[in-house]
């Protein structure tokens, strides 16, 4: 194996972009900065480049059987509704795939693409492998870590299934609560590019350009099937939806636990606490929320603030009214639909009258 030249493109395009020529063994052979449009043409050899991330859409799918073409083709159909820009103008870049894992896709306009290739070329080299600096970053070995490493204006920031890069002044409130891994010595970060200079996990320029015009009718049976296969980040492009999600996932059973201890130690408390909620009331909890849903909107002026399962049966919620007599109104609405709603405790508030309520199953 040749050597291999690794270059950063920075974030202005009038500057010189550091470069690194690095052994097969990966020991570091030359470093420095390229000129723009050089006097003499660099040395032929295998070129990495790593571009900047902060416009490019990295998620993780599960990708179904099919051409190359069918499978880019949709993923765009599957991600349609968060992507910013039209379709047509879209490419898709997949990693290689493994048996039993999901496939690392990155989804980026086409003339970002060939910005970055006109860069490249007023160097005076041609390009064997273009990522961006989004997955030069590992993923971190715990579930709640995320690990951020600075590429200058911009931090990339990476997950266990997260890769997003995004402004510095939002790495703080993005990584709220969550174990924040900060890779800052420049050996390590160069260390980490050259890892994946050696072994990149996607090229962006190796993969066909994937039209939407007249494609989506032909591959719309394989969209299903792919739009079937959940999504691990599915909240939206923002890097703060991505995270959020997975807080979500990793705090539902601490939620569940604390609203119903007696259930921690279940293999699911989730479906447990669901199952004796179902079992309370008639209808369960969504028959409840609709009978007092209707008794709300029965009562002009009537409002409801708050809705809460109770692990012990029934439902609790809170209403506010204008008179002390809507409140016996909403008990007569609520008992025609076969349940019992009582009052735990009525207040005056600013002039309207606030009760906190619980609903169960009529005797």
Do not use: H
């Not at 690194?20 to 990495?48: H, N, S, Y």
């Not at 909240?235 to 995270?243: E, G, P």
């Not at 609520?334 to 906190?356: F, H, K, P, Q, W």
């Amino acid at each position: 194996m040749s050597s291999t030249r690794l270059i950063l493109i920075p974030s202005l395009a009038s500057e010189p972009a550091p470069f690194m020529v690095i052994a097969p063994d990966g020991a570091i052979l030359q470093r420095g900065l390229m000129p723009l449009d050089p006097v003499e043409k660099p040395l032929a050899m295998r070129t990495v480049v790593i571009a900047p991330g902060a416009d490019v859409l990295v998620r993780w799918v599960n990708v179904p059987a099919g051409s190359d073409v069918q499978k880019r083709t949709a993923v765009l159909w599957a991600l349609r509704e968060q992507l910013a820009v039209a379709s047509e103008n879209l490419e898709v870049a997949l990693s290689a795939a493994v048996e039993g894992e999901d496939r690392i896709a990155v989804i980026f306009d086409a003339s970002l693409r060939r910005v970055w290739l006109d860069y490249c070329e007023a160097l005076g080299v041609a390009v064997d492998v273009l990522m961006p600096d989004t997955l030069v970053v590992p993923a971190p070995l715990a579930e709640d870590s995320i690990v951020a490493v600075s590429f200058p204006p911009n931090v990339a920031l990476r997950g266990r299934r997260l890769a997003a890069t995004v402004q510095r002044d939002m790495v703080e409130l993005l990584t709220e609560g969550w174990s924040l891994v900060i890779v800052d010595d420049p050996e390590d970060i160069e260390r980490l590019m050259i890892e994946a200079s050696l072994r990149p996990v996607i090229n962006l320029i190796e993969r066909r350009r994937v039209s939407a015009g007249g494609n989506w009718k032909r591959v719309m049976a394989l969209a299903v099937i792919l739009l079937a296969t959940p999504l691990i980040l599915t909240l939206a492009m923002a890097a703060r939806d991505d995270i959020m999600a997975n807080r979500m996932q990793n705090q539902t059973r601490q939620i569940l636990t604390r609203a119903a201890p007696d259930l921690a130690a279940s293999p699911d408390p989730r479906a447990a606490l669901e199952a004796r909620l179902a079992s309370a009331p008639a209808g369960g909890v969504t028959g409840v929320a609709a009978a007092l849903y209707v008794a709300v909107e029965g009562v002009e002026g009537a409002e409801l603030d708050s809705f809460a399962a109770d692990p012990d049966g029934g439902v609790r919620a809170t209403v506010s009214y204008s008179a002390y007599q809507d409140l016996d109104t909403l008990k007569r609405a609520v008992t025609s639909a076969g349940l019992v709603m009582e009052d735990a405790s009525t207040v005056d508030d600013a002039g309207r009258i606030v009760s906190e309520i619980r609903i169960g199953a009529a005797l």
